[in-house]
């Protein structure tokens, strides 16, 4: 056996959850302690949740935070689990009375070190400089005699700080605790540069990340060890409590592999956010189903199977809410797609209540199709208010964007919007994706064919379709891409080869529709850059890319 | 004349619209020349608006300032107003492309000195971290020879930075270019650190604030001028255009004093400070009118008055919606409220559409009260869509903090709810104010004095009161304002002298209410510390203060 053994619980905390986060720390530490390990790691601020946002400067909650600090101490000694040393992320509190985002270690019952925070991201979905003041001192502690550096997730992202601090000090090994949110294709770029920091300073990086969802975060864990030479020695799956176990090589000694977790294409690892998004974001928040509507359309299918594998098929309420414009193919669908994923399926006409409506209001145009829209979103709240489902809404991205979609219809009203962050391309491809893993297994397909490959419609008039209004999906959708995620301006665009006519008509649409963007509920973040809460623009602004 | 005279042009631009506010650069700058000025002095990032977001970050939008301030010099020039010293705010970039909350001195038709805010705000309504890059150099012009400092407003008020390397220069006046939004108090506040700024750099200091509305903020003007001893020498009004126009003294003589603006109580301010930032919230986004819930309450009476003092009562549609439980007095008081204020008034009754609901969905309890005040906000989405009125939202803070309030109601839809920052006490006693205003100028007071003295209803089951569900408004207001604004935790509280329970349910409600408040609408910050963007609170938190 090794003399230096750590171990990387990667776990998903809930924020808040002081105690249920310690209960997680305290048995994750025993089955530590059971593998053998001397060092056990958890995630960026293990016992408070991440991230805290403005809790942090809460005295009340700043006190929790200290006790239960104590209190697991108290605890791992009181399990003679004393001599194994434990990191855990917590909130400090500065002399001077500002947050710290804190790694404490524990040892014999008692904290022997303190970490801060080097380095605070502020930019994105980061919100640190606000809330933290920054460490500037480093830590290494010496379990059993050997020296292990700490850093907290963004120190290794930029230069200088705590790691430049560290090379040279001859360390054994490097623990960082993350709260990394997903983004597609992230984990390559997290393992790059633990593999470049561990080079830098000659030991083996132990790299710790958090799972879960959290409002409209998804941490997607995929924790790994990398050899001090940069070689990956260890990793975990993602979206899935893991522990990694791994004997830190003496200097001079080869270092081993342990287990490696077998790579995910991107579809699934998406698809698995986005689920989990949802299923934390219904669980942590108390309730036990959901409720949506079901128009036979792709978003809602989608949304549906996602929220039967978050939730299990059987807490999933669907309903049909039929207008006189709905077509037999889009009742069959829903009824169809309900059956498959085991939902409880209603069936609540719409035609008489918009009638009644119109009797005394005899709207005409959009104002009438949007009425029909907000009637199943009021249908949707009573069943909600009645049974204590959650409502959720299946807007995609391509559609908030476009603002093509009515504020408070059936497909933006509720508490999460588990498609938010994915264009209608990657809603089909998800959905295709879906239904393959399905029958890779031998199981039922969720997602009705039809579903997927009929044209999109919103089934408000006769004869609509998506496409009366927007370019093309694939078009649209990769002209949204430059000009919101990458904040290309119609310059930028029209150099790319973009028809002058298809960009001044997306700018248009997305520049009308920016305010309507702020009345739609979170959804789970699962590309690099996505809208809401990491792009902060004014509602109230008369810039317009296409006069600027 | 003297030799140096300034003139601080005290406008309201608008985010975005960079032509517009260049073409009020240009008109003021015309008439501080007329007036005699050697100088001109406007509010933080003039040709931009303020804040400006993320909308820092675009490339195009970066190019559109630097074109701006150009042909700002140019058309400066052109019209024989070389002679003029200019300084404007604007968004300027590094040379490693990150963007510079920056102001700019123009002289002869071109930029002769740049200088870039070096304290940056990162906290409450304040994000400036995330965008700019910090400037670190102090900025010296000289106007006909005479020394002239430029800060940028946060500037003063952190010790250190450009203010500290400006002391001992010997400076005949420092000019301090201010966003500084609208708290009740802060005019004291920012007069008496203005004076410390002016004996520590030992010359004058002319603090130029932007007026106006933007999103939930109010910029609220009251610029004014402190001599070196600071004495206050010159004061504009505020929440509307105004320019100061100061002879700086010669070494060794007398501070003359120019005009000094009336003081103004603090429920005038609050008052006024609510209807800019409704006003410009509707104009600056390209409405004409509104639509909003006539109750006969105290809620909508306040809003609708606020409406029609922002744009006109004839702009303003109030919609009587009666069901089966509305009193005759409630439906008096609105068309009473209606016509005092000149409005557009309507009345849909709810009860057959309601029924049309029941007759399908047979709701009982809170379900079916939330239906009642759900067939509302059809309505009036339903009026919106047709007419292309900007709904409105009554709502106020202690409903918002306490979650006494439907979601997706009368109360709660809309782009805008005025009075979202206002606590119930705060309503009454600015409803008081308003009426008290009329009566002082011989007008019609705008709120029927019953709306004011009955007990608050919503209405919703007969004999309702709100103080069924919640504490006497008085003590909730109080115990709200700890909790929330405060950041006091029960500990706190109960050393106060609350008592226990009323501190438990307060603590309860709010906790309970927080996801709820995100689905709400943005209305204009008042106070010093509000719901809303000053406040990061997580949804998804198990965190309660009760259990701490």
């Not at 080079?199 to 997607?220: C, H, K, M, S, T």
């Not at 934390?280 to 036979?296: C, E, H, P, Q, T």
């Not at 504020?407 to 089909?428: H, M």
Request: hydrophobic share 40%; net charge negative.
């Amino acid at each position: 056996m090794s003399d230096l053994r750590i171990a990387l619980a990667q776990i998903n905390t809930c924020v808040g959850d002081i105690a249920g986060n310690a209960a997680l720390i305290l048995d994750r530490c025993r089955a530590a302690h059971a593998l053998g390990a001397h060092v056990v790691a958890f995630p960026e601020m293990t016992t408070t949740g991440y991230p805290i946002e403005d809790l942090a400067l809460r005295s009340s909650f700043q006190r929790a935070a200290a006790r239960a600090v104590d209190e697991i101490a108290a605890a791992l000694d009181a399990e003679a689990l004393g001599e194994l040393t434990v990191m855990i992320g917590t909130l400090g509190v500065s002399q001077a009375g500002r947050p710290f985002n804190q790694a404490v270690v524990i040892q014999g019952g008692a904290v022997v070190a303190r970490y801060n925070k080097h380095h605070l991201p502020n930019y994105g979905v980061f919100d640190e400089r606000r809330i933290f003041a920054s460490g500037e001192d480093p830590c290494v502690v010496s379990p059993g005699g050997s020296p292990v550096g700490i850093a907290i997730c963004e120190d290794i992202w930029q230069d200088g700080g705590t790691v430049a601090q560290l090379t040279g000090q001859g360390l054994r090994l490097l623990v960082v605790l993350n709260g990394s949110p997903f983004e597609e294709g992230k984990g390559h770029t997290r393992v790059e540069l633990a593999a470049r920091r561990a080079r830098e300073v000659g030991a083996p990086v132990a790299y710790v990340n958090l799972w879960g969802g959290q409002d409209d975060l998804v941490f997607d864990g995929h924790s790994f060890i990398v050899s001090a030479s940069g070689e990956v020695v260890a990793s975990a799956p993602g979206f899935s409590d893991a522990m990694i176990v791994w004997d830190v090589p003496a200097a001079g000694t080869p270092a081993l592999v342990s287990g490696i977790a077998p790579a995910e294409d991107l579809d699934e690892q998406t698809y698995w956010a986005c689920v989990t998004g949802l299923r934390d974001y219904v669980v942590k928040n108390g309730f036990r189903s959901v409720i949506l509507g079901m128009s036979g359309g792709i978003d809602s299918a989608l949304t549906a199977a996602i929220a039967a594998d978050a939730i299990g098929g059987e807490n999933v309420v669907g309903v049909s809410m039929p207008s006189e414009f709905s077509s037999d193919h889009s009742k069959d669908d829903a009824a169809d797609l309900a059956k498959r994923i085991g939902a409880d399926y209603r069936v609540e006409p719409i035609a008489r209540l918009v009638d009644g409506f119109q009797d005394q209001l005899a709207l005409t145009g959009v104002a009438e199709e949007n009425l029909q829209a907000r009637v199943r979103g009021v249908i949707l709240m009573g069943l909600s208010n009645r049974e204590g489902h959650l409502v959720i809404a299946p807007g995609n991205k391509s559609e908030l964007a476009t603002g093509y979609a009515t504020i408070y219809d059936a497909g933006s009203i509720g508490g999460f919007a588990p498609l938010k962050d994915l264009d209608k391309t990657r809603v089909w491809e998800l959905a295709r994706w879906r239904n393959a893993y399905a029958e890779s297994r031998g199981e039922v397909a969720p997602i009705p064919e039809s579903s997927i490959t009929k044209p999109p419609s919103a089934e408000l008039r006769p004869g609509q379709t998506d496409q009366d209004s927007l370019p093309d999906y694939a078009l649209l959708d990769e002209v949204l891409d430059a000009y919101v995620e990458h904040a290309e301006g119609r310059e930028e665009l029209l150099a790319r080869g973009f028809e002058p006519a298809v960009v001044d008509k997306v700018l248009s649409l997305v520049d009308r529709a920016e305010w309507k963007r702020r009345q739609y509920p979170p959804g789970a973040k699962v590309t690099a850059l996505a809208f809401g809460r990491d792009r902060r623009l004014p509602i109230t602004s008369r810039w317009r890319e296409l006069e600027g």
